[in-house]
C-alpha cells in the first residue's frame, strides 16, 4: 500500500517529507523512546533521516541498559561536554586513525591495551595528550 501511495504521489509530481512515508514522524516513536528523546522533540521533524535513526537506535541501547550502565553513560556524557572543541577534535582524530588502521593492527593496540597495567594506561593517555606521564 505504502508503494502505492508512494507512486502516485510521485506520478502527480507530489512530494512528501521521507518521514511522512517512512513512519518516522515524532508520534510514531514508542512512548519510551519519546521520553529518551525528548530533548530533541521541536527540531525532529527538520532532523536528517540518518540523524533520527542514530538517535533511534541510541534511545533503544539507553533502555536495555542497567542504571549502573547510564550512570556511567551520563558521566562520560558530562565529561565530553567539558572538553574544548580542540581536545574533542583530538579525540575524534584519533579515533579515526584508529578505524583506518588494518583489521590486525586494531586487534593487535586491543589486546595490548587489555594486557596494560591501570598504571601503564594513565601513562599512555598521557602521553597521548600531551602531558608527561605522573
Excluded at 549502573?68 to 575524534?92: C, F, G, N
Aim: hydrophobic fraction near 30%; proline fraction near 7%; charge should be positive.
Amino acid at each position: 500500500m505504502r508503494r502505492v501511495l508512494t507512486a502516485l504521489l510521485l506520478i502527480c509530481g507530489l512530494q512528501l517529507p521521507a518521514t511522512a512515508l517512512a513512519g518516522d514522524d515524532w508520534n510514531s516513536l514508542s512512548a519510551e523512546q519519546q521520553a529518551v528523546l525528548a530533548p530533541y522533540r521541536d527540531q525532529w521533524s527538520t532532523l536528517p533521516a540518518d540523524k533520527r535513526a542514530k538517535l533511534r537506535k541510541r534511545a533503544g541501547r539507553w533502555s536495555q541498559m542497567s542504571p549502573d550502565q547510564r550512570a556511567e553513560t551520563l558521566q562520560h556524557h558530562q565529561r565530553w561536554r567539558e572538553l574544548s572543541p580542540a581536545q574533542r577534535q583530538q579525540i575524534k582524530d584519533t579515533q579515526r586513525r584508529f578505524r583506518d588502521l588494518p583489521p590486525e593492527q586494531r586487534d593487535a593496540l586491543r589486546q595490548r591495551w587489555q594486557t596494560m597495567s591501570p598504571e601503564e594506561k594513565r601513562a599512555w593517555q598521557e602521553q597521548q595528550r600531551g602531558n608527561p606521564p605522573r
